[in-house]
C-alpha cells in the first residue's frame, strides 16, 4: 500500500488559518486522498478527498500538488472544536478490485485559544 | 449521528469469556470495515466485507471471527481473549468505490480482564 507521512502535531492559533500537510511519495494513479479526523472519544469523521484538482467543501480545502506527491488540508480559520487528530490516507482498489484503506499515525492539531 | 451504530458502546469481558460486538448500517454501503485502536497507536485495519465477503484479513488472530449476514450488519465474535486486546473497536461503510467516504461508528470500547 502507498504510505502517508503527516508531522506527529501542530499548533494554531484559534481563528488562523491551519495548513496540514502530508507527503504520499509512492501515490498511483488511482488513488484518492482522503483526509479524516477524530475528535477524542469518537469515531474519524470524513473531512474532505480529491484525486488531481483542489477540492474546497463547508469544512475546508484540499489542496494537492502538481505531481500529486504532497497535499495540504487547509482549515480556513481553526476553532477550538478543530483540536483532532487529522489523518491522510490513500484509497484504492487492489487487483481483485476491492477497498484498501489503511490508516497512519496522523496529526494531532492542538489549537490555542 | 453518521449511520453507522454500533453496540454495545462499552464492553468488559473475561478471557474466558465469548462475547460479540455488533455494527449496523442503512445507508446502502456495500463494504464494512472492522478496526482496532489501542492507546497511542494508529488505526488498525482488521477486516473487510464487500457484498458480504471477506476480501481482506489483516493477520488477525482467529480469537476475532468476524460476521457478515447482509451488507446492512456485521459482528466481531470475541472468544479467549488477552488484556492486550483491549482497544476501541471501530466500524465503518463506505460505497464500494475508491471516492467514496467512510462512515465511522462511535465504536466499541473493550476491556479485557
Known amino acids: 500500500d502507498a504510505k502517508t507521512t503527516q508531522p506527529n502535531s501542530m499548533e494554531s492559533n484559534e481563528e488562523e488559518p491551519v495548513h496540514l500537510p502530508c507527503n504520499h511519495s509512492?501515490?498511483?494513479?488511482?488513488?484518492?486522498i482522503h483526509w479524516y479526523r477524530q475528535l477524542p472519544s469518537q469515531g474519524p469523521e470524513y473531512v474532505i478527498h480529491?484525486?488531481?484538482s483542489n477540492v474546497n467543501n463547508r469544512m475546508a480545502s484540499l489542496a494537492i500538488a502538481e505531481d500529486r506527491k504532497s497535499s495540504t488540508l487547509i482549515l480556513h480559520r481553526a476553532t477550538l472544536r478543530d483540536a483532532a487528530v487529522y489523518y491522510c490516507?490513500?484509497?484504492?482498489?487492489?487487483?481483485?478490485?476491492?477497498?484498501?484503506?489503511?490508516f497512519g499515525t496522523g496529526t494531532k492539531l492542538q489549537v490555542i485559544p | 449521528e453518521t449511520g453507522v451504530t454500533q453496540t454495545p458502546r462499552h464492553l468488559v469481558m473475561g478471557m474466558t469469556n465469548k462475547k460479540s460486538l455488533k455494527c449496523e448500517q442503512h445507508l446502502g454501503h456495500n463494504a464494512m470495515y472492522w478496526y482496532k485502536q489501542s492507546a497511542k497507536k494508529p488505526l488498525e485495519l482488521m477486516f473487510v466485507y464487500n457484498f458480504k465477503e471477506q476480501t481482506e484479513n489483516n493477520s488477525v488472530p482467529s480469537r476475532f471471527s468476524p460476521e457478515c449476514p447482509n451488507s446492512s450488519h456485521l459482528f466481531l465474535h470475541l472468544h479467549t481473549l488477552q488484556p492486550e486486546d483491549s482497544a476501541l473497536y471501530l466500524c465503518a461503510s463506505s460505497l464500494g468505490d475508491s471516492s467514496g467516504e467512510l462512515f465511522f461508528g462511535e465504536g466499541s470500547r473493550l476491556t479485557v480482564l
Open positions: 480529491g484525486l488531481t
Open positions: 490516507i490513500l484509497r484504492r482498489r487492489d487487483s481483485g478490485g476491492y477497498q484498501k484503506v489503511t
Open positions: 509512492t501515490i498511483s494513479g488511482t488513488d484518492y
